[in-house]
Structure formats: C-alpha cells, structure tokens
C-alpha cells in the first residue's frame, strides 16, 4: 500500500468491540399480548471498556446463516434455525425477533411496537448440557428459535428483513433478543442479523459544485440529486463514539433539517486524489466534510446525507484530472460497495471495509467564482416558474438542470420550471466560465410546487320550498386550498309579453373560500326573481339547475346539473 494514503489510526477492530457495542440498552417487558422493548439511560463511556463475558453461545444449527460473535449473518425467514444456549444462572425465559427500525443510533432495539409478539422462543433447562459459557452440566438452557416466516409489529414500518428503502436509508437488519423470565433482558444477549437475499445498498453518489479549479481551491459536495443511497456506517453513532471513547450522542427531539444525531465523526472519514484515477493516492483533509446520521421519528426514516467541502490539495498538477474518493469506514457487517476500496480509500483495521463515492476534478489555472445558488424554491404546478439565482461571478450564461423529486415530469425551459405533477424537484443551475473566471454549479436544490386546486360540487339534489330563501349546496376543494364564486341557475317558463317563453332564471351566486380536502355547504341567497317564481308556482315539477363553480385560479370553470325537488 502506497505510503500517500490516508489512513485510520488507532481505532480498534470494529469487530472486536461489538460486545462492547450490545450491553443492556433495552427492557425487554410483556404486558397481556404486548411485547415493548424500552430505551435504558443513554449514559456514556468516556472510554472503551473491556467486554463483558458472553451470557450464551449461539450458532446456526439449520438453513442458511453464520454466527460470527454478536452478528448473525445470512439468515433465511422460515428456514433458519438458530440456537442459544445460555447460562441458566441468568434465568433466559423468551427469545423474540425484533426490528432495529428505532435502534439505529444505538444498535438496541429500542421502539416499542418494534417486536413481534406472535413469534416468541422459550428455553429449556438441561442437566447434561455443558456448551454454554458457564460450561457446567445444570448450568445452561437452550433455545432453538426457528426465524419467522413473516413478521409482524405494532409499529408498521418495523419489518424483517428491511426493505430496499429502508437499507438504502441505513437500516441494515433486525436482532435476536434474549430475556429473563422476568421479563428483562439479559446483558450481552442481543444479536444483530442480516438476511440472505437482503437487498445490498447501493452505492451513494456525490455532486461537486466546481470540476475545475487551481490546487488550493474549495470544491462544496453533496449528495447527487438522484442519490437514493446511504453511507453505509452512518446508522450507529453510539458504535462510532465508543470506538473513539467519547460520549454518545443525546437522543433527539426531532429529525429531518436541523434535528437528527448530529454527524459522522470526522476519524471515520478519508478523502483522496488519484492522477488518472490512479495510484499513489494524494490525501486531502475530510475536516471540512459532513454526512448526517440517519434518524427515526417512529413515522420516517431520515436518510443520512453528505454536505461540506473538500480542499484541493497544493500539489495538483495543472491541466490533470483526479478521480476524488471520499471516503466512510463501514461499521456495519455489509460488505463495502467498492472491492477496490482499500486502494481508493486506504487501510484499515483488520477485517473492516470502507464505503466510498467519487467524482472528477480538473486542476486548472483561472478564477473560481463565489458560491451560487438557486433562490427559486416554491410555485405552483402548472404555472412555468422562473428560476433565480444568486451568486456565481463572471459572465458566463447560467443554464439549469432539473430532476424528478417527488413531482413527475420536471424540466426547464428557457429558465423556467415546470411538472406534469405536484411535488418536488431538483435543481441545480450551472454558470459557464468565461476569460476570468472558472465555471460553477450550485448545490442541488429541492423546488416544492404546489398542487392546483380541484374544486368540485358534492350536491346531487336539494330541496326548496315555496317559501326558501337560500339554496345550500356542498362544494370541495382539493388537493390545494381555492376560493371563487358559487353560482346557480334554471331553465323555466316565464311570461313575455303575455307568452310563456323558456327562459333563464338565476337562482344567486355566492363566494366562498376553502382549505385543502375540505367539503364545504356553500348558502346562496336566492335571487327576488327566484323567491317570487316559487311562491308563485309551489306546486311545479322538480327543477334541474345549473351550479357552477368559476374563478379559481388556474381551474376552468366547473359545472354540475343539480336537481331541485320542490
């Protein structure tokens, strides 16, 4: 290995500390038919400690699957058999299946609702046994617990095996749960499982806001906007802190933007350019770089997302173009994305594996511009809106980009947005270099355009005495809020000039303002020409009326036959 190349010093083997990684951290309690593992204190050590001795022995005695201290991996749902046997002295009475959906901070299972109660093990005592740590006959019970075919939680977004969303977002298994009669978990006994024919994440991408530049230069990264991937390690923060003997992160209140638990330390992070995309490799520090840890909300799981920047190294050689590596230590028993990764990324604690995205930079003499951004971050779907940006230098034309978010059909022309549905797009705006300045992009951005409203007339048929003074009809209007103006009309006899022609008589209109998906009854005052017809003709034949609904922004007018029964 090329000397060049960054490396991680004085980390333990991950695997080495994953007893460290499974002490007590749930309450394992059954009330009626309901399975809850409950959080314990989120107290830290400053320091790793030494592992406690194992409470059981476990192995895959049927199926696919291979236990390898706390992981089992490679199990099969309904064939897989796994066994533990287990010191009697701890008292081990139930062994569940749990999701980890909740426990991605910590490793624990730690959701309530997260388990399924349909599926539980029970353990016997032996009197022969001796393949438990305690090693003595009378000492050990045994479970063999058969992986469920399916399973089932309160919770559910708790599944196992995790869906391709839920491992692209970090999710990477479920565990094994082992409890006392007493219904609490014995310290050690959990154990993290991956599934045969797991999905594999896929490997995340990164967009660079500069491709050329000058050695020395400022290069801001974030994920693609069509990365659906995650950083592979992201999801164990708590493993993160105890290898590098700091505290562990507070739970947080909330996740998303500004919420979440916090990010990846910067010692599990490693950047890298190759000439050519090849070795020797010239290191570039990852201080400047962040990628978020994922977090659940109990409703969504928060991918984890990579922002920051990354400082060209002096050394670059102008007019070369380097392949950049940036580069996560992987904490989790999924293998890395990349088989060249110890080359690309450097080395590692024995057995452990980086995960990696790259892109390419030009070194390049010139001017690099200040930072651009897209302003433009709302509209509404159907109306072309006109992208802004600020920022970038120089003369250069700023085209853009769009991408699919949750909107369908996103484009842009002739600077403006547009999408076939409502949602969100991504955008990223690009200004060309000119005889200063060296060209740039902005950081993709998310556009939210709203959805059109759809109003709608509920009313099939309403009933109007001689003696009414308003006809109520109900109206809707969704998936956006709307307002316009209720209005009814009917064809009747009237006389004319002694004659009886068909004519029509406006019954009234009425304005009237809506939220989103809300029905509404709307009162029109009817009309001193309609009051008057039907004292004056009580007794006629039901009428069909003409309801319309008119302006609202961006709907042509609505209009529905209601019948009036008299």
Known sequence: MKSSIRTISGLPTIRSIAAMLLTPVALLTIVAASLAVAPASASAQSTPRAAAAAPCKVSVTSGTGVAVGSFIIGVSAGTTKVTLDCNVSTSPGIVVEASMLSGVPTMGVSLTGGVDTGALGTFTASATDTGCPAGTAGSCSISVFTIPASFTATDSNAVCAPSQAQVNAGLFGCALVVATAAQAQIPG????????????????????????????????????????????????????????????????????????????????????????????????SASGLSISNNCYDGKTLYAPALSGTITAPASLTTGTTYTVYVCELNLTPIASNDAAAATNCG???????????SFNFTAATGT???????????????????????????????????????????????????????????????????????????????????????????????????????????????????????????????????????????????????????TKSVSISLSAAARSYLRANPKHPTLSATVSITGVKGVSSVTKRVSLLK
């Open 347 to 357: 080395p590692l604690p024995a057995g452990e594996s980086w995960v990696d995205a």
């Open 368 to 518: 690099p511009q200040s930072a651009l951004s897209v302003t433009s971050t709302t509209g509404t779907q159907g109306t072309p809106l006109t992208l802004v940006t600020s920022g970038g230098s120089g003369t250069g034309v700023i085209t853009f980009a769009a991408m699919d978010g949750t909107a369908t059909g996103c484009s842009v022309t002739s600077g403006a947005l547009s999408a076939t549905t409502a949602g969100t797009c991504v955008v990223t705006a690009t200004k060309a270099a000119d005889t200063t300045y060296l060209a740039a992009s902005s950081t993709p951005i998310t556009v939210a355009l709203a959805a059109l409203p759809a109003p709608k007339i509920i009313t099939n048929r309403a009933t109007l005495a001689g003696t009414a003074k308003t006809l109520a009809i109900s109206v809707t209007c969704g998936p956006a809020a709307c307002s316009g103006s209720l209005s009814a009309s009917v064809k009747v006899k009237l006389p004319v000039r002694g004659t009886l022609k068909l004519e029509t008589l406006k019954l009234g209109s009425k304005s009237f303002s809506l939220a989103a998906n809300v």
């Open 189 to 284: 006994a959990q154990y993290l499982m991956t599934y045969a024919g797991e999905p594999t994440p896929k490997a995340p991408t990164i967009t660079p806001t500069v491709t050329t530049g000058p050695a020395g230069s400022t290069i801001t990264v974030s994920d693609a906007a069509a990365n659906t991937a995650y950083w592979w390690g992201n999801g164990l923060p708590l493993s993160q802190a105890t290898v590098l003997g700091t505290a562990a992160p507070i739970a947080p209140s909330t996740c998303g933007t500004g919420g979440g638990y916090g990010t990846v330390p910067s010692p599990f992070l490693a950047v890298n350019f190759f000439a050519g995309g090849k070795a020797p490799a010239i290191p570039a």
